[in-house]
């Protein structure tokens, strides 16, 4: 069992860049997959980025050179570094863990935080 806290989010405007931490609790993040996914107002989850227990990671490609996944082991926390934001980056951001492998799929992944909200204006 892992517990994930994500934090960050907030209002900017296009062009700008945000910064989103999701500190986990319970269980080492080293051992997990984890990924960032986003929900947007009447749409379905999707997945934005994930990086494997060995570091790899994989991007959708609406955010492909933008954004950029990390974690800090020592630390237990996931980041996402979103640069130059889109209106269409719009949505709530939840981080997910669970064992390798996985990708960018939701079935993938059966610990979920509660979700933090970026909001980009144009």
């Known amino acids: 069992q892992v517990q994930l806290d994500e934090s960050g989010g907030g209002s900017v405007q296009a062009g700008g860049s945000l910064r989103l931490s999701c500190v986990a609790s319970?269980?080492?993040?080293?051992?997990?997959?984890m990924g960032w996914f986003r929900q947007a107002p009447d749409s379905l989850r999707e997945g934005v980025a994930r990086?494997?227990?060995?570091?790899?990671?994989t991007y959708a490609d609406s955010v492909k050179g933008r954004f950029t996944i990390s974690k800090d082991n020592a630390q237990n926390i996931l980041y996402l570094v979103m640069n130059n934001l889109k209106p269409e980056d719009t949505a709530i951001y939840y981080c997910?863990?669970?064992?390798?492998?996985?990708?960018?799929?939701?079935?993938?992944?059966?610990?979920w935080g509660q979700g933090t909200h970026v909001a980009v204006s144009s």
């Open positions: 319970g269980n080492t993040i080293s051992d997990y997959c």
């Open positions: 990086i494997a227990s060995d570091g790899r990671t």
């Open positions: 997910a863990a669970d064992w390798d492998p996985c990708g960018l799929e939701t079935v993938s992944y059966n610990f």
